[in-house]
């Protein structure tokens, strides 16, 4: 098939771009400008330098293609892309694959499919097109919801390696809070594997949730960054210190405590999660001091 993906050069489009050539398919990727449009070309892929956001390019774009894949998912461009998107695959039964946030269903120990969203701020603009999706007619649309990415040594993880220390070489790290919220966890190549089985396989009007299972606290990886590092372990900080520090929009995401199991994929998809650990990618793999020092 000949796909129409977004956000192609970014941190997750990195991993999904090789993973649908992989599997055999073509890839027409817009982006924003020619040296994004040479990595693409690079990389195999076709490229369309254009704006996310031009409805009659999108339109077209969607309409050649034989699906499409949304990873550039944004507030400024979701309004814009999305109904461009189904009215250029309007009635084909094409599949659509759009990006969510796990952030939108709140605190939550058993996060699902199911679960009722709450989302903080930073994410309360997603469920309006998101359900656009999820209600088209005509068009096989989907939602892949990633938990926090990690991997390639980059990603939110780096707010947990990349904390700010007290003065001294064996000064200890600085948490999030005090480190007690869980994180659900996703390998960045794990998803790309999703993605491309959502396109292939998913069911119209699914949610699906890529998590590994792993749901460490953020006190446990900010331990591993801090011995990996060769300091003197971590110190907690108030809600009030991580939200001057982050701004209290993003503080009040990563602060969330939240955990889920990714189980609907696993099941409908035969989605099987294998990247290594985030646990073990900050203790010694890409994270680790001695991997960025290679």
Same mark, same amino acid.
């Given at each position: ?14 991993? /999904? ?31 369309? *330098? ?5 409805? #009659? ?6 309409? #050649?293609?034989?699906? *499409? ?10 309004? *814009? ?15 659509? /694959? ?30 309006? &097109? ?11 649309? &989907?939602?892949?919801? +990633? ?13 947990? /390696?990349?904390?700010?220390?007290? =003065?001294?070489?064996?000064? +200890? ?10 994180? +659900? ?7 790309? =594997? ?16 890529? =998590?590994?299972?792993?749901? +460490? ?20 900080? &108030? ?12 503080? #009040? ?36 001091? #001695?991997?960025?020092?290679?």
């Amino acid at each position: 098939m000949t796909i129409l993906l977004t956000g192609s050069t970014g941190y997750i489009g990195s991993s /999904v771009l090789p993973r649908l050539l992989e599997e055999g398919h073509s890839v027409t990727a817009v982006v924003r400008d020619e040296a994004k449009a040479d990595a693409v070309r690079a990389a195999g892929g076709s490229a369309v *330098v254009g704006d996310a956001t031009d409805v #009659e390019l999108v339109t077209r774009l969607a309409r #050649e293609s034989d699906g *499409v894949i949304h990873l550039a998912s944004a507030p400024d461009v979701d309004p *814009v892309f999305i109904p461009a998107v189904l009215e250029g695959l309007a009635g084909s039964g094409k599949p659509f /694959v759009h990006t969510g946030g796990v952030w939108a269903y709140g605190p939550n120990a058993d996060i699902t499919e199911d679960s009722p969203a709450a989302p903080p701020a930073i994410s309360a603009w997603r469920g309006a &097109t998101e359900a656009l999706v999820l209600a088209a007619e005509g068009v096989r649309g &989907t939602v892949v919801v +990633p938990a926090v990415v990690y991997g390639h040594g980059k990603g939110l993880a780096r707010v947990i /390696v990349d904390a700010p220390r007290g =003065a001294g070489d064996d000064a +200890p790290l600085r948490l999030i809070g005090d480190g007690a919220q869980h994180w +659900p966890t996703v390998h960045a190549d794990d998803l790309a =594997a999703l993605y491309v089985l959502a396109l292939e396989r998913g069911t119209a009007g699914s949610v699906y949730i890529a =998590a590994s299972g792993a749901n +460490p606290t953020v006190r446990e990886l900010a331990e591993l960054a801090a011995a990996a590092a060769g300091v003197s372990g971590v110190e907690a900080e &108030t809600v009030a210190q991580t939200e001057e520090r982050l701004g209290a929009g993003f503080a #009040e995401a990563v602060l969330l405590d939240q955990q889920a199991r990714g189980t609907k994929a696993r099941i409908d998809l035969g989605w099987e999660p294998n990247g290594p650990s985030l646990a073990d990618e900050i203790a010694t793999g890409s994270y680790a001091p #001695e991997f960025a020092r290679a």
